[in-house]
């Protein structure tokens, strides 16, 4: 148990569906990511908030929102995804400044685009 | 940019042998070192970490030693156990936040009794 709590674990979605991600800490963090873990690819750093603002974006495709309604729970909103969207997606939190920080990692959605 | 180069696995090693695990880094500055481990299903753990260098990172019997000259933070244990199976990720943080972070591509390590 890490701290960070994501639902769902696992998550099978059509192309045409609209679903959602959440993530939850409880760790008193002030900044959140979400990253993606595909087969064969180094993860991937999409989305960033420090005190509830994204401060950043590493061109992710519209189809993935990001939301981060406080700083203890961030949302991913899935839409009109392809099947090469499918992958584990990881939300992770940390102090936002400080230098002796790291990332504590929820254990992530494993996600299937059909 | 910053990047983190990983030694490519598949690993497999039988119980009790000696485990390195290559890591090298491209970075601007001095910035601290990370190993995640990832068990089977599961998210990613810190292992350990180093700050400046010559430290050393250590933990479970694992330890890394952050080496400026060589740009390295290898990743070695001296007697693996099963329990050890897992991908193994060096990873470095930019733009200073700890959070925002490079990864390896990730090693594979199976320890066979």
């Known amino acids: 148990e890490t701290g960070v709590t994501q639902t769902p674990r696992h998550l099978v979605m059509g192309m045409t569906n609209k679903k959602s991600l959440k993530c939850e800490q409880h760790?008193?963090?002030?900044?959140m990511y979400w990253y993606k873990q595909s087969a064969k690819k180094p993860l991937e750093l999409m989305f960033v908030y420090n005190f509830k603002e994204q401060t950043e974006n590493n061109s992710v495709p519209s189809r993935f929102s990001p939301e981060c309604p406080n700083s203890s729970h961030l949302f991913l909103h899935l839409h009109t995804l392809q099947p090469e969207d499918s992958a584990l997606y990881l939300c992770a939190s940390s102090q936002a400044q400080g230098v002796n920080t790291e990332a504590f990692f929820g254990q992530g959605t494993r996600l299937t685009v059909v | 940019g910053d990047s983190v180069t990983q030694m490519e696995g598949p690993v497999t090693l039988s119980e009790e042998a000696f485990l390195t695990i290559n890591c090298t880094y491209t970075a601007t500055g001095y910035p601290s070192l990370f190993w995640y481990v990832q068990y089977p299903g599961e998210g990613l753990q810190l292992l350990l970490k180093?700050?400046?260098?010559?430290d050393k990172g250590s933990n479970k019997g694992f330890e890394a030693t952050y080496r400026k000259e060589t740009t390295s933070f290898h990743l070695e244990k001296g007697s693996v156990q099963v329990s050890d199976s897992a991908v193994y990720f060096c990873?470095?943080?930019?733009?200073?936040?700890?959070?925002?972070?490079?990864f390896g591509k990730g090693t594979k390590l199976s320890v066979k009794p």
């Open positions: 990873a470095l943080p930019w733009g200073g936040s700890q959070g925002n972070l490079i």
């Open positions: 760790l008193g963090h002030n900044a």
């Open positions: 180093a700050t400046k260098a010559d």
